[in-house]
């Protein structure tokens, strides 16, 4: 477990301290520029649902290496000792524009600008995407689950086949501010106060003798009303157990919640469910569904007309299943006034700082962007700056609430055009370049290929 | 970050303590056997290397709920009090078996069996499953890539892009016991003693008049013979600007240890990289390649004849990207006595205590396994049993260390059978269960039907 901030600061490519020593070596302390974006997004994906600046801001205000790592760099031949030394006093002292997690963005569009001596924008390179790569994918198909069952509770119930105990509480705090209801992860409720739900898994109906005794043993211990798994053994008998112990706590005033379905055709067994319920005189047992779900079986199931009142979204969700990598880089776009840029294949970086604008068309909902170099004027009326500063000189500017950032980011999902609103289909969608900053692209490309003699 | 002991506590499923706070209610203090395995493998993988039981068994020695926690629950009103009040005292106090981490396992076959108090057991399902679930795709994948490559050095590049800081160093750990030579984790060097390895990033190219300029300035300040990273603007002639820097170097008795490819064509370049390498004199650099790489990327370059001679391979070892969820599960096997299953379509559970038992052929290499009831004796010679206690009564009976691991994890990829060595498709491989296992799980699943009148 990363347990301490020494560990953090270790939590890095060792190639980002050979080149800080080489900078430290060389003087080199002019101010770097580095640009976060992704380069492609996954198949499917029509758009990136940004998250974990919050965590990754907080990361850097912290940031220091204390005596146990210097000791470890210490044994490592490739580092100078000098230069282990000095980072006794490293702190991260740079400024940093960034999106509002939870904003939607597309390829080549910066979530974030790191300006700073270049040894420390390098230097937590490692730190800077580890912390947004995964929560932006969590957020984006969490999303896209939204999109798939609209009104809709969803519960994230990833955490168990998350990466790891970090990655399901950002995985958590993610599905939370793209929409989800609540979460199974008690760390998220504790840290983050988003609302923890849970009742039974299988193994507690088969530890009792039969699916009835266990029903009623957990109706008869559990201090609220509910949830009953009806599948472990015959999902319609299940329904008529469930049945029965809701009569019983009828007459004592209390009553089943709802019934959950965790196997089996999901879209058929909720109807023969439904029918049961409805006809045994119980239609405000609500019906919860689980089990492999994503935004692909979320569909299928709305357009099956499946009368299920909420999802459990577990392990597909926490790993990003269908999408876990997303070409997310952090790249060098100017160093000391000179832009900067690599022509290696399908690679190329925008060079300078940035600025991305939003145009909110006619029907309230967005419908171009524009990435322009950060020092030109809004292009008119109708058009936002996505971009705004989070860090100034190494100090967080303000750190909104996760509440916050979630009202954000679901009104903002109302202003998602209709052709972003597919989950199986990627429509375009306009993002187009300034003339300023393609003229800069241009003249970059130029200069640097002349300089090689390309 | 998930940072401290308590955090651990918390970082489970909020149903692990609603089913708990019941089983306390109740007194329900029978004992519980819980099987870890995996019911269905990924598309292509052949086997499971399992990996992440070292560090389960970790936590779970250690593993309490502290004031902050208590404090925590104390708020939800689905635990009862007096329920929060008892986990004050909570330990682990029970068995575990488990196969050694680095061995290769089948579906169905038990990664560990834990026997407690059925609340224990219970209560760190999400804990266990976390634990082992991602390491274990990693290091299958690491030995994978080992596959595809023979003979090469491979390295972890993997940390950007994992889940998570704790998911990147369990991840370095996973690859380095699956054969790995080293990890850009500089964490993982610290916490595990794991060789750590890296150089240059383009930023650093970048940051330069010219990429000459920069070789020199690297080779200038590094304390070791360098690798220099040469497609940053065109890779033959970043090979040319490598062999002047190589020959300045040299006149200082000095070397260039390798040149960097990281996009385009790497068969071809490499090739001609080679001869440009070759023909200045310099037979001795290696070349070394990364850049989106997985065992399908290796297996292709290995079958064009590509003269790299060791690969980073990154994100999609650490996102275990084409595989990033197995069905790993953990199920009730027995209560007090009783056996314990779902009926759940497709989700059936092998009942009671078990052992894996593996057989090795005349050719050394293992041929067939059987899963067997633990209190079965040897099927014969030639078997060799996989499970062995790991915890007794709460307390580890030994913890090996990651060189012992791996030193035994390679020598068992030395006996993997030819059929298994292939990455692109699968072929079957036998596990039977054993006739006395087979007939408890029919009489199992005969009691409970009849139980539940099915």
Redesign the interface.
């Known amino acids: 477990?990363?347990?301490?901030v020494h560990?953090?600061a270790?939590?890095?490519?060792?190639?980002?301290?050979?080149?800080a020593?080489?900078?430290h070596?060389?003087g080199?302390r002019?101010k770097?520029i580095?640009s976060l974006y992704v380069r492609k997004l996954p198949p499917r994906r029509s758009f990136l649902v940004v998250a974990g600046i919050t965590?990754a801001l907080r990361?850097l205000e912290q940031l220091h290496f204390d005596d146990q790592?210097l000791d470890?760099?210490r044994s490592?031949?490739?580092?100078?000792r000098d230069f282990v030394d000095s980072l006794a006093s490293f702190r991260f002292t740079g400024d940093i524009w960034a999106v509002r997690e939870g904003t939607v963005l597309f390829p080549e569009e910066p979530v974030l600008e790191v300006e700073a001596p270049?040894l420390e924008a390098?230097l937590i390179?490692?730190l800077i995407?580890?912390a947004i790569?995964?929560p932006s994918l969590v957020a984006t198909k969490a999303a896209r689950c939204r999109l798939a069952a609209p009104g809709k509770v969803l519960v994230d119930?990833g955490?168990?086949?998350?990466?790891?105990?970090?990655?399901?509480?950002?995985?958590a705090r993610a599905a939370y501010l793209a929409g989800f209801a609540s979460t199974?992860?008690?760390?998220a409720?504790?840290?983050y106060g988003i609302p923890?739900?849970?009742?039974?898994?299988?193994?507690?109906?088969?530890?009792f003798?039969?699916?009835l005794e266990a029903f009623r043993?957990?109706a008869?211990?559990?201090?609220?009303d509910p949830v009953l798994l009806i599948?472990?053994?015959?999902t319609l008998?299940g329904a008529q157990h469930a049945v029965q112990v809701a009569r019983e706590l009828r007459a004592e005033g209390r009553r089943v919640r709802a019934v959950r379905l965790?196997?089996?055709d999901l879209a058929e067994l909720s109807k023969q469910v439904r029918r049961i319920l409805d006809e045994a005189g119980f239609p405000d047992i609500q019906i919860f569904a689980s089990g492999g779900l994503d935004e692909f079986e979320l569909a299928a199931l709305t357009a099956a007309g499946a009368p299920i009142d909420g999802y459990g979204v577990g392990?597909?969700l926490g790993?990003?299943?269908d999408a876990?990598?997303v070409d997310?880089a952090y790249?060098?776009v100017e160093?000391?006034g000179r832009p900067?840029?690599?022509?290696?294949?399908?690679?190329q970086t925008l060079v300078g700082p940035k600025q991305v604008w939003r145009h909110l068309g006619a029907d309230g909902r967005f419908d171009q962007d524009l990435i322009a170099a950060r020092d030109e004027p809004s292009p008119g009326p109708g058009w936002q700056p996505l971009l705004q500063p989070v860090m100034r000189a190494g100090r967080l500017v303000d750190l909104p609430s996760v509440e916050e950032l979630r009202a954000e980011h679901l009104a903002s999902m109302e202003r998602l055009p209709e052709s972003l609103r597919r989950i199986d289909r990627v429509e375009p969608y306009p993002v187009r370049l300034s003339p300023v900053l393609q003229a800069r692209q241009q003249a970059a490309v130029a200069a640097?290929r002349a300089?090689?003699?390309?």
Chains 1, 2 share one sequence.
Request: hydrophobic share 40%.
């Open positions: 477990m990363v347990a301490t560990q953090v270790l939590s890095t490519d060792l190639y980002e301290l050979t080149m020593a080489s900078y070596a060389l080199m002019g770097a580095f965590e990361y790592a470890y760099l490592l031949p490739v580092l100078p270049i390098q390179e490692t995407i580890n790569h995964y119930f955490l168990r086949r998350t990466p790891s105990f970090d990655a399901g509480l950002a995985a199974s992860n008690v760390l409720g504790e840290r923890v739900t849970g009742t039974v898994a299988h193994s507690f109906i088969e530890a003798p039969s699916e043993a957990f008869r211990t559990y201090p609220g599948d472990t053994y015959d008998r965790d196997s089996g392990s597909r790993t990003s299943e876990p990598l997310m790249k060098l160093y000391d900067a840029l690599k022509l290696s294949t399908g690679k640097i300089r090689e003699g390309l």
